[in-house]
């Protein structure tokens, strides 16, 4: 699976959207960008997912650049429920081995 | 959504004793289940990965004698630390795959994670 990288940090003001990027040039064709969070001491929760369209959920919205080789993901209205870290991965869709490589994501606080 | 429980949620044990996770998922099956494990201020390590029926593929560097893994149903999968000791206290995660055929075929759902403390 293709290698992301992801700001360490990033603050964000309640209310307001937050946005997180990722880097991932190394993309294949066939990998898709997932987007996965984790609250403290918990286990991580699914976001939201795309090939190449731009895609949006209750959650969030996914916008992939049109190279794919970067992709934001973008909470409207963030909450201090929010805080987690956010971990961008790409990888094979459902089929084949199917696992999920993780790497040290975005630490993401909001704050009042 | 799919529903992936751990039990127990944290466990503390003495040095030298073995203690088992439990992973089930509640409404739906999972052909594959994944072990994770997570340091403090780490991010998660993927430890093996089990298949129902058959032996558990391990990754580079986790001893497959020490974690213990069956996945005997298609609901159930467990992870047994034997003669845990203090450096394998973590945060142990599962993540399941669900059966193909049905909505959210193929996605990963996760469970709440195991602490385990060795004394």
């Known amino acids: 699976d293709a290698k992301t990288t992801q700001p360490p940090s990033m603050d964000c003001a309640e209310g307001r959207a937050a946005n997180l990027p990722c880097n991932h040039s190394?993309?294949?064709?066939?990998?898709?960008v997932y987007w996965y969070r984790q609250i403290h001491s918990q286990g991580p929760q699914y976001i939201i997912h795309g090939l190449k369209n731009n895609e949006t959920n209750e959650m969030a919205s996914l916008i992939i650049t049109e190279d794919r080789k970067s992709s934001t993901l973008i909470l409207p209205h963030a909450t201090l429920r929010d805080t987690a870290v956010y971990y961008c991965i790409v990888r094979v869709g459902m089929g084949g081995g199917n696992k999920l490589t993780f790497g040290t994501g975005t630490q993401l606080k909001v704050e009042l | 959504g799919a529903v992936v429980s751990q039990h127990p949620s944290w466990v503390i044990c003495k040095s030298g004793t073995s203690v088992k996770i439990e992973c089930r998922s509640l409404d739906f099956q999972a052909t594959t289940m994944f072990w994770y494990r997570q340091f403090p201020k780490q991010s998660l390590m993927l430890m093996a990965t089990?298949?129902?029926?058959?032996?558990?593929?391990?990754e580079q560097g986790v001893e497959k004698d020490k974690f213990l893994i069956n996945h005997a149903s298609l609901t159930l999968s467990t992870l047994t630390v034997t003669s845990a000791h203090p450096e394998d206290s973590s945060f142990y995660i599962c993540?399941?795959?669900?059966?193909?055929?049905?909505?959210?075929?193929?996605?990963?759902?996760f469970g709440e994670g195991s602490r385990l403390t060795v004394l």
């Open positions: 089990s298949n129902e029926g058959s032996k558990a593929t391990y």
């Open positions: 993540s399941a795959r669900k059966l193909a055929g049905g909505p959210q075929d193929g996605e990963l759902f």
């Open positions: 190394t993309i294949s064709g066939n990998e898709y």
